[in-house]
């Protein structure tokens, strides 16, 4: 166990080194700046590079930082600047509604909640930051299927859970429903993953028009459906604030 630690601790100096000091080093810089032998060095950063956390350069040999990191580091930015950008327009959203606003992101094979804003109103609330909802049978879940290539393969090779008697399985089914959600730009979900609740939900797009999240109106099912339909103000509310978000984030096309 010392060893695998060891290991790892030698391997983030590495790449604190490489971000902190010039552009590219060489084998003898990294292994004498941080005090190992030629080989362990070597050893660390083929491993970092098959990871594609480090790159050599060709001509010269010499390392540096690899894609992969910033595509990590811009996952984390993104889902952070998704919440600071929503944290108006989700506010506003959860007045107008009287119900409880959900921002979710597509993480291990499920929706991850990384902003709730409580439903307005004196009842106590549970925060669901950091709850995990299954992709095929939640509002936030099935927009992201429909919109995510990478939710749909995860949402369609993995088992898909009946919660209620209501909840879609069935590939046919599963995949009409979500042409349906492309078609009409934004999903529900009436007591598919919970009993007497219901929720709307609607797509986020980025600059480069990619999906990158969702928002969702949650209620009982008498205040989110009454009669049987969904209020229709809701589903507009809902739209509007994703393509404010969107607009935020640079999606110029809302």
Same mark, same amino acid.
């Given at each position: ?33 941080? %005090?190992?032998?030629? %080989? ?42 998704? #919440? ?45 930051? %950091? ?25 369609? &090779? ?36 919970? &009993? ?30 009454? %009669? ?14 994703? #393509? ?11």
């Amino acid at each position: 166990m010392a060893k695998n630690i060891q290991s790892l601790e030698r391997a983030a100096a590495m790449l604190r080194l490489l971000a902190g000091g010039e552009r590219r080093l060489g084998l003898s810089d990294i292994a004498s700046s941080l %005090g190992l032998a030629k %080989g362990t060095a070597h050893g660390i950063l083929r491993t970092l590079q098959h990871e594609g956390f480090v790159e050599q350069d060709p001509a010269s040999g010499r390392y540096q930082l690899g894609a992969e990191l910033l595509r990590l580091g811009n996952s984390y930015l993104d889902v952070h600047e998704l #919440r600071a950008r929503a944290l108006v327009w989700t506010d506003d959203l959860a007045r107008s509604s009287g119900e409880s606003v959900h921002l979710g992101v597509l993480h291990q094979r499920g929706v991850l909640i990384v902003h709730h804003v409580f439903r307005p109103d004196d009842s106590r609330q549970v925060l669901e930051v %950091g709850a995990m909802q299954p992709l095929h049978s939640t509002a936030l879940g099935k927009v992201l299927c429909a919109y995510d290539p990478v939710a749909h393969s995860e949402a369609t &090779e993995a088992e898909r859970r009946p919660y209620t008697p209501r909840t879609v399985t069935a590939e046919p089914e599963f995949e009409a429903l979500l042409d349906t959600v492309r078609a009409r730009g934004w999903a529900s979900d009436t007591e598919e993953t919970w &009993e007497g609740v219901a929720a709307v939900a609607a797509p986020i797009h980025d600059r480069r028009r990619m999906p990158v999240g969702a928002v969702a109106v949650t209620g009982s099912v008498e205040r989110v459906r009454p %009669g049987g339909e969904l209020r229709p103000e809701l589903i507009t509310a809902v739209r509007e604030c994703a #393509r404010a978000v969107s607009r935020d984030l640079g999606a110029n096309r809302f």
